[in-house]
């Protein structure tokens, strides 16, 4: 099976190759996210992911595109639903288009590792583009392995973001810690 593995960061990435290595699946490690904000947390997760990728000796496909802007007009009328309406759909629409044009039987994503993600909405999403490019989406809940890989990827010093990727999830983090610290006072 040749698969094309979108991947978000080296982190969530390292239960997810481990696991679909143990299948004989080795995959095609495919980066591609515009929506990871500011351009200095984009060139770390993406400087990392490349020499995590170097490390263990997978095939890497980088896909350089800091898209401030055109994530900020693709969003902004509805945060609160950006990760479904836009997030999700830009990176695994060009991972299923890139894999259906470059002779990959497969797509699937990094995104099914983490808890924190819509793992359902994913699950849809990918299933609808399947159908739309005629290639298949290999779904996991990769879910279970989340810790197991936080904790690899600590004891091989990854750089371990705290916030998704979004300027406005950076934000949430923040008004959290700080909703915490008021109730702490």
């Known amino acids: 099976m040749k698969l094309l593995l979108h991947t978000c960061c080296a982190p969530c990435s390292v239960y ?24 200095k947390e984009y ?13 263990i000796n997978a095939q890497a496909i980088f896909e350089e595109e800091y898209g401030l802007r055109k ?7 509805d945060l609160e639903n950006r990760c479904s309406n836009y997030c999700y759909k830009v990176r695994l629409e060009k991972t299923a288009k890139y894999a259906k044009e470059n002779g990959y039987d497969s797509f699937s994503t990094t ?10 909405e994913l699950k849809i999403i990918g299933e609808q583009l399947a159908k ?18 936080q904790a690899k ?24 810690q700080i909703e915490k610290d008021r109730k702490n006072k």
């Open 153 to 176: 990827a600590r004891e091989l010093g990854l750089y371990m973001q705290k916030y998704c990727g979004c300027i406005f999830s950076e934000e949430e983090r923040y008004r959290k």
């Open 16 to 39: 997810c190759i481990d696991t679909l290595r143990k299948e004989d699946i080795e995959p095609t490690i495919y980066w591609y996210n515009p929506n990871i904000h500011p351009y």
């Open 43 to 55: 060139t770390a997760r993406r400087d990392c992911l490349k020499e995590y990728t170097k490390l």
């Open 132 to 149: 739309k490019y005629e290639i298949e989406f290999i779904y996991r809940d990769f879910r279970i392995g989340f810790r197991e890989g």
């Open 71 to 77: 994530f900020c007009q693709n969003t902004i009328e």
């Open 111 to 120: 995104l099914l590792v983490s808890p924190y993600q819509k793992h359902e």
